[in-house]
């Protein structure tokens, strides 16, 4: 018998072998015109990804945590507001709706897309609850029409987390283009990935996508002139040079994701205990993540351990039963679908440089498992 195939859970590396040439390039052209700091790399990468995600605006700041807090900041979150945030995401989508000053209301997740159960979103609206952050969650849209019609008939704003979500679509529209906004994060691993942190809020109103950019800028578009207090959000050139090359090719790389997926569909099919991903009616998942469910998670992701296949749990507890959130007071019966989910979920292996020999091979570790 060979050698057991080693299947890491990303591979950053192999896609920087696959463009090195551009980057390193990209990476000298900055250095060599000193333009760190906002300057034309970072002018170029909001005008190139605003028309690749088919919106007017696109404001670039330091990290996709920090374009969602611009983003609600600019809206006009005050103390006593409440947003309604999928009990289920990473914390970014919460946390930030308290540093707004806003007051965080959970939703739980649908049972088979993982996303805001929009059956459950509106008895959670108030008199104060101000908006709604849909999360695409691995990629997958959330059911954004009812949520629309929700948020019209009550006036509320909707920010949409795309954090995980580049290029995805929702009968045939680009997500990010439903909401008030879209926030982006460009982490490494993410579908859109800079060489450290980056991130980015998009809108088709201009002006509250020159109040995201005053905010993230210490208040004022131009130096001297701080029409209001602000922070030091700022995309650095070099993350905007490597984003610049890395975005022409993320059409290819969304097509690579969605081939693996559909290739795990067919391979993992009639496993015994393996719940694949459900994909709803009209929507275009990009597989930011590739989540199957199984009674026996933790015994299944050691065995694949054991075979040199990494996998990952995203996330391992849901956002109300986390230690930030105890102080809400909130039990597994509130939220009993993403509590189901947490003991259950396992991220495969998925990445566009993925080989057919990396998916065989975990296709066949999880049979031998069951
Ligand atoms: C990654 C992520 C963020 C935050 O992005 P960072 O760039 O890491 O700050 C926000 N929301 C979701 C759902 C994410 O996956």
């Given amino acids: 018998m060979a050698e057991h195939v080693q299947v890491p859970f990303a591979d950053l590396h192999a896609q920087y072998l696959t463009i090195k040439t551009e980057i390193d390039t990209a990476i000298s052209e900055v250095i060599r015109t000193s333009a760190f700091i906002r300057g034309p790399y970072v002018d170029k990468f909001e005008a190139a990804f605003a028309d690749m995600m088919n919106v007017k605006h696109c404001v670039s700041c330091a990290n996709g945590t920090d374009s969602l807090y611009i983003a609600m900041h600019a809206l006009g979150v005050k ?70 019609a929700l948020a019209k008939t009550h006036g509320l704003w909707v920010l949409e987390d795309c954090a995980q979500s580049h290029l995805a679509r929702y009968k045939g529209r680009l997500v990010g283009t439903f909401g008030n906004a879209a926030s982006f994060s460009f982490y490494p ?3 859109l990935g800079a060489m450290g942190d980056a991130g980015a809020v998009t809108t088709n109103d201009p002006e509250l996508a020159k109040r995201m950019a005053m905010f993230a800028r210490h208040g004022g578009l131009t130096k001297g002139d701080h029409q209001i207090e602000g922070i030091n959000s700022r ?24 081939e693996i997926a559909a290739s795990y569909q067919t391979l993992l099919s009639g496993i015994d205990g393996v719940t694949l991903p459900t994909v709803a009616e009209s929507r275009e998942p990009v597989w930011h993540l590739y989540v199957i ?19 990952v749990v995203n996330y391992p507890v849901a956002l109300p039963f986390l230690p930030a959130y105890r102080s809400l007071g909130h039990v597994e019966a509130d939220f009993p679908n993403a509590h189901r989910d947490q003991s259950r979920i396992l991220s495969l292996p998925i990445f566009p440089e993925m080989t057919p020999v990396q998916m065989l091979a975990v296709a066949d570790g999880i049979r031998s498992f069951a």
């Avoid at 469910?293 to 996998?311: P, S």
């Fill in 189 to 191: 691993g993410k579908n």
């Fill in 293 to 311: 469910r199984h009674e026996r998670r933790d015994a299944l992701a050691a065995h694949l351990k054991g075979l040199g296949i990494q996998t």
């Fill in 79 to 148: 103390p006593g507001d409440e947003v309604i945030a999928p009990a289920h995401s990473w914390i970014s989508t919460t946390e930030t709706i308290t540093q707004a000053g806003g007051k965080v209301v959970f939703c739980d997740t649908d049972p088979v897309t993982h996303t805001i159960d929009t059956a459950k979103l509106g008895a959670l609206v108030t008199p104060r609850t101000v908006g709604i952050i849909p999360v695409h969650l691995y990629g997958q849209p959330a059911d954004m029409d009812p949520i629309m």
């Fill in 235 to 258: 995309l650095d050139g070099l993350q905007a040079a490597i984003l610049s090359v890395k975005l022409p090719h993320l059409p290819q790389w969304t097509r690579r994701r969605q």
